[in-house]
T-cell receptor
Framework: KAGVTQTPRYLIKTRGQQVTLSCSPISGHRSVSWYQQTPGQGLQFLFEYFSETQRNKGNFPGRFSGRQFSNSRSEMNVSTLELGDSALYLC??????????FGPGTRLLVL | AQSVTQPDIHITVSEGASLELRCNYSYGATPYLFWYVQSPGQGLQLLLKYFSGDTLVQGIKGFEAEFKRSQSSFNLRKPSVHWSDAAEYFCAVAGGTSYGKLTFGQGTILTVHP
C-alpha cells in the first residue's frame, strides 16, 4: 500500500505571496492532519480533517487554512506569506483517530 | 491541555551500547502515546504506540517503550544501538476529544559513535 504523498516537496516563495500544499493519504484513510515543523517551535498541529470536515484546529492565524476533498485528499493554503512561515509542513493520515502515518513533508522557504 | 517533555535535547552513545530516551507527558486520562523517528530532511516514521493493555510495547527496529502511569512517563529503550539509529526521536501524546491532534515533545537528537 502506498504511503502518504505530499506535493510539492520543495517550494520557494516571497513574502506576501500565497501557497497551496497538497497531501494524498494512504488508501482507505479518511483523516488527514497537518503539522508545521520549525527549529524554534518544533512540531505544531495545524488542523485535522475527517470526511471533508475540519475536526480539530491548532493555534495558528487565519492565514492558514485547509480543506479535504471527497477522495480524502487534502490541501492547505497559506496566504500573505511571512518569513516566519518557512518550515517543513507535514501531513499525516489515519484510518480513524488512531495511529497517524506521516508523509515526507513539503519544505517551504519564504524569502 | 496535554503536553510532552523530552528532557534530553541531545544524547550521544557508542554503537552497541544501550539506549534510553526519556518522555514525560501531562494528560488527565489515559492517553495514546507514540514514539516517532525522523532522519534529516525526512518525514516521521512510527516506532511504536501505546493505547491500552500491556504497558511494555514492542516496536520496529528493536525498540521498546514502557508506559508508567504513576510517573507519567513513556521512555523509549533499545538494548544495543546501531549506527543507523542516529536520528531525531519524538514522543507524542493524543487523547480526549482530540485523538486526531498529536502533541509532540521537542525531540531528542541521537548521535551514535562507532
Amino acid at each position: 500500500k502506498a504511503g502518504v504523498t505530499q506535493t510539492p516537496r520543495y517550494l520557494i516563495k516571497t513574502r506576501g505571496q500565497q501557497v497551496t500544499l497538497s497531501c494524498s493519504p494512504i488508501s482507505g484513510h479518511r483523516s488527514v492532519s497537518w503539522y508545521q515543523q520549525t527549529p524554534g517551535q518544533g512540531l505544531q498541529f495545524l488542523f485535522e480533517y475527517f470526511s471533508e470536515t475540519q475536526r480539530n484546529k491548532g493555534n495558528f492565524p487565519g492565514r492558514f487554512s485547509g480543506r479535504q476533498f471527497s477522495n480524502s485528499r487534502s490541501e492547505m493554503n497559506v496566504s500573505t506569506l511571512e518569513l516566519g512561515d518557512s518550515a517543513l509542513y507535514l501531513c499525516a493520515s489515519s484510518f480513524g483517530q488512531e495511529t497517524q502515518y506521516f508523509g515526507p513533508g513539503t519544505r517551504l522557504l519564504v524569502l | 491541555a496535554q503536553s510532552v517533555t523530552q528532557p534530553d535535547i541531545h544524547i550521544t552513545v557508542s554503537e552497541g551500547a544501550s539506549l534510553e530516551l526519556r518522555c514525560n507527558y501531562s494528560y488527565g486520562a489515559t492517553p495514546y502515546l507514540f514514539w516517532y523517528v525522523q532522519s534529516p530532511g525526512q518525514g516521521l516514521q512510527l516506532l511504536l504506540k501505546y493505547f491500552s493493555g500491556d504497558t511494555l510495547v514492542q516496536g520496529i527496529k528493536g525498540f521498546e517503550a514502557e508506559f508508567k502511569r504513576s510517573q507519567s512517563s513513556f521512555n523509549l529503550r533499545k538494548p544495543s544501538v546501531h549506527w543507523s539509529d542516529a536520528a531525531e526521536y519524538f514522543c507524542a501524546v493524543a487523547g480526549g476529544t482530540s485523538y486526531g491532534k498529536l502533541t509532540f515533545g521537542q525531540g531528542t537528537i541521537l548521535t551514535v559513535h562507532p
